[in-house]
């Protein structure tokens, strides 16, 4: 059978003297070393050839160029360079134009600052997020860019990553011309004959000097930028930005460049941009789970929520956003009302912050209605169920469902806990059972967990991922047990700085050596904000079944016996002023802690904040990789997601599991081994852990499909 072999990545077609070099690398046109390559040879051979005029350069598909080919970032470089790509372009002496549109990022964008002119459809999306992986616009962007637009606005296009529209891409300088219609590859060709037409002159980005004139005004939007920087603690590339631009500022451009490489180096090698590229394919890799592989999801517009308070409503906001059809259900008229109530509030705060219109409100809740009979949920495709968490309660919310929901409805639980296998098993279509586990405040968290008990089919999963991606959730997928994956790993490092509390340290030198690994607060502090009452309540409901050999530490339960639940009642493990959500230390804390230390016959001992790091680390490791080898969780980048993205575990160092690879295992292993003497029911080594080190392998190595 003859091999057809693959189309080249970079095609070249030359029309009445106007040569068209089209980049094909789908799905994004990455520029990955073939790109680079191919585009090196296509400018060079179209510089040499005298019946070409000029050269149109565009991306097929969707997009221009969506940047770099980020897999190849940590691999041998390979010839040529971008940056040498880019200057190529720069340096030919005929007209090069960048025809843009969809994504134009980072490498994209820089490829067509090297271009001599730019023409972009009007949906296109410009931008240089390089912070968001750790680096910074390495192929000429922090020179070309503000020699175009200015400080001010590179400075902001570089550390937000954000991406800017055509319009404002023109109003900024950073395109030339909006083409009128999409056909780009024919908008390209018919500017390129206008400019040939008006004569235009090559014009190299590196040379233009008019937006960098105004020294003082540039200075002062570099000194406000790198103040600005300073506040972001922990991320390590934002400041190599400013660095640039101020290179761009003050050296030649051939210097700047050299410049910009130095300082993309140092990112590039930085275990931050291990933490981020992973973080980013991580988030893409957790949409791709087996049933969603094997099967397509059930269609859906109409929702209903069972239950108005905090989470049934932030759920109903969540869906309202995604554009779908909402029924609230409550047990009576005044508990809809507040539930309705609980929604409009949070559309009103839009509207007061400018983000949102009155009349965009009235939009939205044209969506949303609310019933106190379960009939009304008798057409919906979905039903997310978020009353009180007691399964007996449960079971009759669930029997109502089964009573009035059509044929095919999927009937989802929000449940943080209980057994989802139970609650399917007491229905008569346990298949349309699955559990979607959104995150408090649910219309603003990213996370969502798609639980999977045993009897569920999989186009309800299907459902549940396709559900997510319409509200711009990350979904990750997990096995029933007690606290999923995400709130399971929470209970046993929650558990370990407990065990750290009793044994020396402050809960708030624990709480310090947290925000200092990069948490945006510790575990007193989040369980302050999220009630102190709610974990008393985990810690009742698990007496029964706790191992009565294990270590139990009662200082959380002291203060809740005083009411003491965090920011709600004004005190928990800090004390806040009225209105305020910035705790003070309470020495009262203190002494219930050296209180509960002397009951239990504890010498207290001090601790270094890396001890306390480590053990901290050691635990979710631990736990997570527990959760992985039991299948609850399906890989470890899935473990990371749902930290990164509903613990506050930081990004830029990837998650738990991808931490503990640039850790390195051995390290983390050896680490539980010296724990276990002090307390080895605790600290039982995961056998997986044990087995990876064993065969010198890493997390990462699970997670390639
Ligand atoms: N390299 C390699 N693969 C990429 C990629 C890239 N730059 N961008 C996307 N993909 C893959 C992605 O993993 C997924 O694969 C598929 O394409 C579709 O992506 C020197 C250093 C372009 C807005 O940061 O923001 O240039 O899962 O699911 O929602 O200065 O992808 O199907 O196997 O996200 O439509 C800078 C990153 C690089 C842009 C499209 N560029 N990409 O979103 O699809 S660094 C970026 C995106 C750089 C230079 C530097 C988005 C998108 P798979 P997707 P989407």
């Not at 988030?283 to 049933?291: A, H, L, Q, Y």
């Not at 009262?588 to 001090?606: F, H, Q």
């Not at 527990?626 to 990371?640: F, H, M, N, S």
Request: glycine share 10%; hydrophobic share 45%.
């Amino acid at each position: 059978m003859e091999s057809t072999a693959a189309a080249p990545v970079v095609q070249t077609t030359v029309s009445d003297h106007i040569a068209l070099v089209t980049i094909a690398n789908p799905p994004v046109n990455a520029l990955s070393a073939a790109v680079r390559q191919g585009l090196q040879q296509a400018i060079t051979a179209l510089s040499g050839n005298a019946d070409v005029h000029a050269i149109v350069i565009t991306g097929s598909g969707a997009n221009f160029i969506a940047g770099a080919d980020i897999r190849e970032f940590g691999l041998p470089p390979q010839e040529p360079s971008l940056p040498d790509v880019c200057l190529q372009i720069e340096a030919a002496d005929k007209l090069v134009i960048a025809a843009i549109h969809g994504a134009t990022l980072g490498g994209g964008l820089e490829i067509a600052l090297a271009a001599h002119y730019r023409v972009a459809v009007e949906t296109a999306k410009l931008g240089l997020p390089e912070v968001a992986l750790g680096l910074l616009p390495g192929a000429g962007g922090t020179q070309r860019t503000p020699r175009l637009i200015g400080a001010q606005a590179a400075l902001d296009l570089m550390l937000s990553g954000r991406h800017a529209g055509a319009k404002e891409a023109l109003r900024m300088g950073l395109i030339d011309h909006i083409a009128t219609s999409n056909d780009i590859a024919a908008e390209g060709v018919a500017y390129a004959r206008s400019l040939l037409a008006d004569g235009a002159p090559v014009r190299r980005s590196g040379e233009q000097t008019a937006a960098l004139a105004d020294r003082t005004a540039q200075q002062a939007a570099l000194d406000a930028a790198r103040a600005d920087v300073a506040k972001k603690k922990g991320l390590f590339s934002p400041a190599k930005i400013v660095d640039c631009v101020q290179a761009a500022l003050d050296q030649p451009f051939a210097q700047g460049l050299a410049t910009e490489r130095e300082l993309f180096v140092q990112c590039l090698n930085s275990p931050q941009r291990a933490g981020l590229v992973h973080a980013f394919f991580a988030e893409r890799e957790v949409t791709k789970s087996p049933e969603t592989q094997s099967s397509q999801p059930r269609p859906f517009q109409k929702v209903g929520v069972i239950g108005g308070g905090t989470m049934g409503a932030g759920i109903a906001v969540a869906l309202l956003d995604g554009g779908l059809q909402v029924t609230m259900i409550e047990r009576d008229d005044a508990a809809l009302a507040l539930g309705q109530s609980r929604v409009a509030k949070v559309y009103d705060g839009l509207i007061k912050k400018g983000r949102l219109s009155e009349e965009g409100k009235a939009a939205i809740l044209t969506r949303f209605n609310g019933s106190t009979a379960y009939d009304a949920l008798a057409d919906a495709d979905i039903v997310v169920e978020a009353v009180f968490e007691d399964m007996g309660v449960k079971k009759a919310v669930f029997a109502e469902l089964d009573r009035v929901c059509k044929k095919g409805a999927v009937l989802a639980t929000n449940t943080s806990y209980l057994d989802i296998d139970e609650i399917a098993r007491s229905v008569s279509r346990p298949q349309d059972v699955v559990g979607l586990h959104f995150f408090s405040p649910a219309n603003i968290m990213k996370l969502l967990e798609i639980v999977v008990p045993a009897q569920v089919s999989a186009d309800v999963v299907a459902t549940g991922f396709a559900l997510a991606k319409k509200l711009k959730k990350v979904p990750v997928r997990a096995g029933v047990c007690d606290g999923f994956i995400g709130n399971r790993i929470l209970a046993v490092y929650r558990q370990a700085a407990d065990y750290m509390m009793e044994d020396g340290a402050s809960p708030y030198e624990i709480d310090a050596m947290v925000r200092a690994f990069g948490y945006p607060m510790g575990p007193y502090e989040m369980s302050d904000l999220a009630g102190g009452d709610i974990g008393w309540a985990t810690r009742k409901r698990r007496a029964a079944t706790r191992d009565p050999k294990a270590r139990y530490v009662h200082m959380a339960d002291k203060l809740c016996e005083r009411g003491w639940f965090g920011q709600k009642t004004g005190r928990g493990w800090y004390i806040y002023e009225a209105g305020s959500r910035t705790g003070k230390t309470d020495p009262e804390v203190e002494a219930i802690v050296a209180e509960e230390r002397a009951k239990a016959g504890v010498t207290p001992r001090s601790f270094t904040r890396e001890e306390l790091e480590r053990r901290y680390v050691a635990a979710m490791v631990n736990e997570g990789a527990k959760v992985v080898a039991e299948g609850i969780a399906l890989r470890p980048l899935d473990v990371d997601v749902t930290l990164v993205h509903g613990y506050g575990f930081p990004r830029y160092k990837g998650g738990p599991m991808k931490y503990a690879d640039l850790v390195g295992l051995p390290q983390i292993l050896a680490d539980i081994q010296a724990f276990a003497k002090e307390d080895p029911l605790f600290w039982q080594p995961a056998p997986l852990l044990v087995q990876l080190v064993a065969e010198g392998k890493n997390f990462d190595s699970l997670n390639q499909a």
